[in-house]
T-cell receptor, first 111, second 112 residues
Framework: SQTIHQWPATLVQPVGSPLSLECTVE??????LYWYRQAAGRGLQLLFY??????ISSEVPQNLSASRPQDRQFILSSKKLLLSDSGFYLC??????????FGSGTRLTVV | GQQLNQSPQSMFIQEGEDVSMNCTSS?????WLWYKQEPGEGPVLLIA?????ELTSNGRLTAQFGITRKDSFLNISASIPSDVGIYFC????????????FGTGTRLKVLA
C-alpha cells in the first residue's frame, strides 16, 4: 500500500535560519508530489509541485524553494526564514481522480 | 492562489443536528472532492464526485455534485462530537491537470 511520510512534526526556528522539510512516499513510483502551506485557520495554499525527478513548478513567488532529488523524495527549503513563513506545511501525493493523500504535516513556528 | 468560496466559514451545532455546507466556483469543474482535517493532521478524503448531479454517501455524510458543475454540497446527518474539524472542498477543472483548487474551509464544532 502507498504511504507518505513527512518530518519533522513540529519545528521552531529563529528568523534568518535555514529550513529543510522532507517528504517521502512508499509503495508507488514516479508520483506527483506537492507542498501546501496552511496558515492558522485558513485554507490550503499550493506552494510547489513536481511531476518527476528534478522537475519543480512554483505556484507563488516566495522565500521558499523545493527540490526533487529522488523519485520518491520531495524537499522544501529556505535559506533564511521569515516570520511570515510560519504555518502548517503539508506534503501530498496526487493520484488523479482521487485527489491527494496528505502527509501528517509539519507545524513550523518562526520566532 | 485561487480558492473556492466555501460557506459557512464556521458553525457551532448541537449533537444530533444535521449540517450543511457548500462550495461554489465561478468556473466549471469536472471533479469535486470533500476532505476533513482534524487538528494537527493532514486532510483526509471523505467523498469524491465525478458527474454533474451525482449524489454520493459515506456513512452519515452525503455530497452532491451541482447540476451547473459550479458548486458542490456536503451534508452530515445526526452530528456527533467526533465530526469536529475543518471540512474542505476541492475541485479540478479538467482531467489531466495536476492540481485541485481548495475551498477556504468550514470549521465545524459540535456541542454535546
Amino acid at each position: 500500500s502507498q504511504t507518505i511520510h513527512q518530518w519533522p512534526a513540529t519545528l521552531v526556528q529563529p528568523v534568518g535560519s535555514p529550513l529543510s522539510l522532507e517528504c517521502t512516499v512508499e509503495g508507488t513510483s514516479n508520483p506527483n508530489l506537492y507542498w501546501y502551506r496552511q496558515a492558522a485557520g485558513r485554507g490550503l495554499q499550493l506552494l510547489f509541485y513536481s511531476v518527476g525527478i528534478g522537475q519543480i513548478s512554483s505556484e507563488v513567488p516566495q522565500n521558499l524553494s523545493a527540490s526533487r532529488p529522488q523519485d520518491r523524495q520531495f524537499i522544501l527549503s529556505s535559506k533564511k526564514l521569515l516570520l511570515s513563513d510560519s504555518g502548517f506545511y503539508l506534503c501530498a501525493w496526487f493520484w488523479g481522480n482521487y485527489g491527494y493523500t496528505f502527509g501528517s504535516g509539519t507545524r513550523l513556528t518562526v520566532v | 492562489g485561487q480558492q473556492l468560496n466555501q460557506s459557512p466559514q464556521s458553525m457551532f451545532i448541537q449533537e444530533g443536528e444535521d449540517v450543511s455546507m457548500n462550495c461554489t466556483s465561478s468556473s466549471i469543474f469536472n471533479t469535486w472532492l470533500w476532505y476533513k482535517q482534524e487538528p494537527g493532521e493532514g486532510p483526509v478524503l471523505l467523498i469524491a464526485l465525478y458527474k454533474a448531479g451525482e449524489l454520493t454517501s459515506n456513512g452519515r455524510l452525503t455530497a452532491q455534485f451541482g447540476i451547473t458543475r459550479k458548486d458542490s454540497f456536503l451534508n452530515i446527518s445526526a452530528s456527533i462530537p467526533s465530526d469536529v474539524g475543518i471540512y474542505f472542498c476541492a475541485g479540478r477543472h479538467t482531467s489531466g491537470t495536476y492540481k485541485y483548487i481548495f475551498g477556504t474551509g468550514t470549521r465545524l464544532k459540535v456541542l454535546a
